[in-house]
């Protein structure tokens, strides 16, 4: 390719991905990390795009718009990592890597004018407000390797952000490693696109165990297939936590709308439950309106991450048809979790669960009952 073109190849590239993750999300709107992702992009392929034209800025003004569509990019696509594991930025890291980009570009253009040092604390700035979402999402349970890969590839892309100075520095001087430096950026952004959206198409694969049988309603495994993948001894088949849950006040909508209405509710909860566990975990219509689950190599605070991530996702979860008149307010459930310890059985473990689960529901609707004590299920995102 010509050097002339070579400073657009980032910024074309970045458009497209941004527009593959916005396709994607049109077609799966309740993964609202898509979008972030894909205004992630734009903002950094119109950051270089203006590179390209113009160059290094070289005034304040001109800076500060840089900073800001750089800082943009990165809270966005921080924000888009978080989403997909329950959480959200920190503002007090936002505000952080801000003020260093902000402190930098000011010291180094007024103080002591230098394109380099201007570059390494922007860098700085950027990698801070990539990174921080890192030991947070690193400690939780992945559902999938998909996601596992997902932290991967943004563990590698906030690290390729702290080190871009010395890498831009050796793409000025030589020009196959500019080659390498311009088509760094785009790679990383495409890999990120790659593993989120492979993240959310797995969400909708059929679950483990597709051969067992099934509940005919909602696709989950019935309450025998559920009964043999645990065993009579959960513990043995790496099965640390036990859940059961019930829909709030669901007899009122089956009363009130009918049958038909419940089952497409009943449908959708299905699916999001099936959709928020791990590659591994087993979900199980035990009957009615009331679920299971059955989580492996879990402890119980990532479970309760879990659980959090389910009742934001139906506080967000979009009804449609009659469906979304029956719901009227959010659609709430009730949890019980119990830990499964080394000699239970099946049915004493889901016992305790069934009582956390009772304690729950008689506190109020939308909490979780876990190790005998019920709380509010509202999830604390940061």
Same mark, same amino acid.
């Given at each position: 390719m010509d050097p002339i073109y070579l400073p657009f190849t980032a910024p074309i590239l970045l458009a497209l991905m941004?527009?593959?993750?916005?396709?994607?999300? %049109?077609?799966?709107?309740?993964?609202?990390?898509?979008?972030?992702?894909?205004?992630?992009? =734009?903002?950094?392929?119109?950051?270089?795009?203006?590179?390209?034209?113009?160059?290094a800025p070289a005034g304040w003004g001109e800076q500060a718009y840089m900073g800001l569509l750089s800082g943009g990019a990165a809270v966005a696509v921080a924000q888009s990592?978080?989403?997909?594991?329950?959480?959200?930025?920190?503002?007090?890291?936002?505000?952080?890597?801000?003020?260093?980009?902000?402190?930098?570009?000011?010291?180094?253009? %007024?103080?002591?004018?230098?394109?380099?040092? %201007?570059?390494?604390?922007?860098?700085?700035?950027l990698a801070l407000i990539l990174g921080h979402v890192l030991p947070v999402t690193w400690r939780l349970a992945s559902r999938h390797?998909?996601?596992?890969?997902?932290?991967?590839?943004?563990?590698?892309?906030?690290? =390729?952000?702290?080190?871009?100075?010395?890498?831009?520095?050796?793409?000025?001087?030589n020009q196959g490693a500019a080659w390498v430096w311009s088509l760094l950026i785009p790679l990383g952004g495409g890999l990120l696109v790659a593993a989120m959206v492979g993240c959310t198409l797995t969400d909708g694969l059929p679950g483990p165990c597709t051969g067992l049988d099934r509940d005919a309603l909602t696709g989950l495994l019935s309450r025998r297939a559920f009964d043999a993948v645990c065993g009579s001894h959960p513990a043995a088949q790496q099965i640390t936590v036990l859940v059961l849950c019930d829909l709030d006040n669901f007899q009122r909508i089956n009363n009130q709308f009918g049958a038909t209405v419940g089952n497409e509710v009943l449908r959708s909860f299905a699916q999001l439950l099936q959709a928020s566990v791990r590659e591994g975990d087993y979900v199980a219509r035990i009957g009615g309106e009331e679920f299971g689950m059955a989580l492996r190599d879990i402890d119980m605070d990532n479970a309760q991450v879990l659980i959090q991530r389910i009742t934001h996702s139906m506080r967000q979860q979009q009804w449609g048809g009659k469906a979304?008149?029956?719901?009227?307010?959010?659609?709430?459930?009730?949890?019980?979790?119990?830990?499964?310890?080394?000699?239970?059985?099946?049915?004493?473990?889901? %016992?305790?669960?069934?009582?956390?689960?009772?304690?729950?529901?008689?506190?109020?609707?939308?909490?979780?009952g876990v190790e005998a004590v019920a709380i509010d299920s509202e999830p604390s995102f940061g």
């Open positions: 941004a527009a593959t993750s916005g396709i994607v999300w %049109h077609y799966h709107r309740k993964h609202l990390n898509l979008l972030c992702l894909a205004g992630g992009l =734009l903002l950094a392929g119109c950051a270089q795009a203006i590179y390209a034209l113009r160059g990592v978080a989403m997909r594991f329950g959480r959200h930025v920190q503002v007090i890291w936002v505000a952080a890597g801000a003020g260093v980009m902000a402190a930098g570009a000011w010291y180094f253009i %007024h103080i002591r004018p230098s394109a380099q040092g %201007h570059w390494v604390v922007t860098a700085l700035g390797r998909i996601e596992r890969m997902l932290l991967l590839v943004y563990t590698a892309i906030s690290v =390729l952000v702290l080190c871009s100075p010395w890498l831009n520095a050796q793409g000025m001087s979304a008149a029956a719901v009227g307010d959010p659609l709430t459930a009730s949890f019980g979790l119990a830990m499964v310890r080394e000699n239970d059985s099946l049915q004493q473990a889901l %016992h305790r669960a069934d009582v956390l689960l009772c304690q729950a529901k008689d506190a109020g609707s939308d909490r979780v």
